[in-house]
């Protein structure tokens, strides 16, 4: 007895059940005949053992002159099951309306089971139709989304539901076509499941497509069945991009801010360094000249002349780079990040014309030991020629001239090293460049993170070509409409950019 009532049980669970989803076959108001149709679904585990499609015969009224007949289906799968969709002709209706609750009797192989339809000709109130719950902005990131919405629907029976969409990004006129409506979240539902699901007034979804490029679209969705083509149609904004866009876009930025960091400040800092260096290397090649020429004389004629050894050896210390940096007369190698130069340019240009008068004398006293060294008179005339290094400050070319022509006495001395930069004058200057780089690392790294902030993660569309130059950009202080800029980070440090 357990065992009978075991497999009835599993037969009862494994058995195709039949219903009509959408019960209400319509018929033209008055018409004593005509066609419609009645959607049948089949719902069970044993849908997979049967083939072909069940056979729909009503199931007469005694009396009545309204007779019934189906023409073969077309088939459907659904997420429950299967769906037919059977064509009915009827005939022998009054002209002046009914409306009668018929059954019809399927049969599908082993399986049986019976429905109910209503079958009516009375005139047919309008279609009203309201889609709700779709948001005014969607945002989308790499994967399709999908928005619930409801959507109530009285009056004839809604089919053929289709969305449409004007939706379409500014800038580069790329259109997002292709909307479409499921069941659940995992994209899930054919046109049957859709038609049951607004039948009963469950909630469906509107899902995007999965290959929207990045942008911004705006435009109007539009989701209508045949009998009301116009719908409901709502405006929307659809703000698409990616990770792999946002990625991009950091990168850029840190691009652009090292550019900046190059181009407007490093570079502009070095050329304007070399310049102001330019006249002192001159001199101080002249004297290096100098230098070796008479090496040359002392090492032939072994003579020595410490006056004018030294007196180069000023020339040089004065004009090294070193302590040009250090008495403000030239830029240092990092630009200031507080626009607070102290360079003298008008001290410089007076030290430059200063020693440059320096060694016309001293090459007129060089000349004088090659004379006398020409002459064989170089040991005796030396110390007299030297002693003219220490007057060269107060003669003028032809003061020492003269004096040079008189005397015609070379000499020679071993020249001096040039003295060390003080240990706390290089410290100082050490600081001073260590302080403008951290300055200048800070303002790098703040452009960097308000240029991600503003360009790449406070812009939902961001992944527009645009987008990327404005990435590249932003370090040189162009906004992209914003209201901050690559320039506030030097506000924000009150630090000013060469060229300010």
């Given at each position: 007895m357990v065992s009978l009532l075991l497999a009835a049980t599993a037969h009862a669970q494994r058995a195709v059940t039949f219903t009509a989803p959408q019960p209400n076959v319509q018929l033209r108001a008055g018409a004593a005949e005509g066609w419609s149709e009645l959607m049948v679904l089949g719902e069970g585990m044993n849908i997979a053992l049967h083939t072909g499609d069940p056979k729909i015969e009503d199931v007469p009224i005694k009396g009545s002159p309204i007779s019934v007949t189906f023409a073969a289906p077309m088939r459907m799968k659904t997420s429950h099951g299967l769906l037919w969709r059977y064509h009915i002709e009827a005939k022998g209706l009054p002209a002046d309306g009914s409306t009668t609750i018929r059954k019809a009797r399927i049969t599908w192989g082993a399986e049986r089971g019976d429905i109910q339809y209503v079958l009516t000709n009375a005139a047919v109130t309008a279609l009203t139709w309201k889609v709700t719950g779709l948001p005014s902005e969607w945002r989308i990131r790499d994967a399709p989304i999908c928005h619930p919405l409801g959507i109530v629907a009285s009056g004839a029976q809604p089919t053929a539901i289709r969305v449409t969409s004007t939706l379409v990004e500014s800038t580069t006129k790329v259109a997002i076509p292709n909307f479409f409506l499921r069941i659940d979240e995992q994209g899930r539902g054919t046109e049957g499941d859709i038609q049951a699901a607004i039948t009963d007034r469950r909630a469906m979804y509107l899902c995007t497509p999965s290959d929207v490029p990045s942008g911004k679209y705006q435009g109007i969705i539009n989701i209508a069945p045949i009998e009301k083509p116009e719908g409901d149609p709502i405006s929307v904004t659809v703000y698409a991009s990616s990770n792999a866009a946002r990625r991009l876009g950091v990168v850029l930025v840190a691009l652009g801010c090292l550019f900046a960091l190059a181009f407007r400040v490093l570079i502009p800092g070095r050329l304007a360094r070399s310049q102001a260096l330019l006249p002192a290397a001159v001199i101080q090649e002249e004297a290096g000249e100098l230098v070796g020429q008479l090496r040359t004389i002392h090492v032939a004629a072994k003579s020595t002349s410490p006056g004018l050894d030294k007196a180069l050896n000023d020339i040089q210390t004065s004009l090294s780079t070193a302590t040009l940096v250090r008495n403000g007369l030239v830029p240092s190698r990092i630009a200031s990040a507080f626009g607070s130069s102290s360079v003298d340019g008008a001290r410089y240009k007076a030290r430059l014309e200063q020693?440059?008068?320096?060694?016309?004398?001293?090459?007129?006293?060089?000349?004088?030991?090659?004379?006398?060294?020409?002459?064989?008179?170089?040991?005796?005339?030396?110390?007299?020629?030297?002693?003219?290094?220490?007057?060269?400050?107060?003669?003028?070319?032809?003061?020492?001239?003269?004096?040079?022509?008189?005397?015609?006495?070379?000499?020679?001395?071993?020249?001096?090293?040039?003295?060390?930069?003080?240990?706390?004058?290089?410290?100082?200057?050490?600081?001073?460049?260590?302080?403008?780089?951290?300055?200048?690392?800070?303002?790098?790294?703040?452009?960097?993170?308000?240029?991600?902030?503003?360009?790449?993660?406070?812009?939902?569309?961001?992944?527009?070509?645009?987008?990327?130059l404005y990435c590249v950009l932003w370090g040189f202080g162009v906004s992209n409409g914003a209201q901050l800029s690559g320039a506030t980070a030097s506000t924000a440090l009150a630090i000013t950019l060469p060229g300010k």
């Open positions: 020693v440059s008068a320096s060694l016309s004398r001293i090459r007129i006293i060089v000349d004088g030991f090659a004379t006398a060294q020409t002459l064989g008179r170089l040991p005796q005339l030396a110390p007299a020629l030297d002693g003219l290094a220490t007057k060269i400050a107060s003669l003028t070319d032809a003061e020492v001239s003269t004096e040079v022509t008189r005397i015609v006495t070379p000499a020679r001395a071993a020249g001096a090293a040039a003295p060390p930069v003080p240990p706390a004058s290089r410290q100082l200057m050490m600081q001073i460049d260590r302080l403008n780089g951290l300055a200048w690392l800070a303002w790098t790294a703040l452009a960097f993170v308000t240029g991600i902030v503003v360009i790449v993660f406070n812009q939902p569309a961001f992944g527009l070509p645009l987008d990327y």
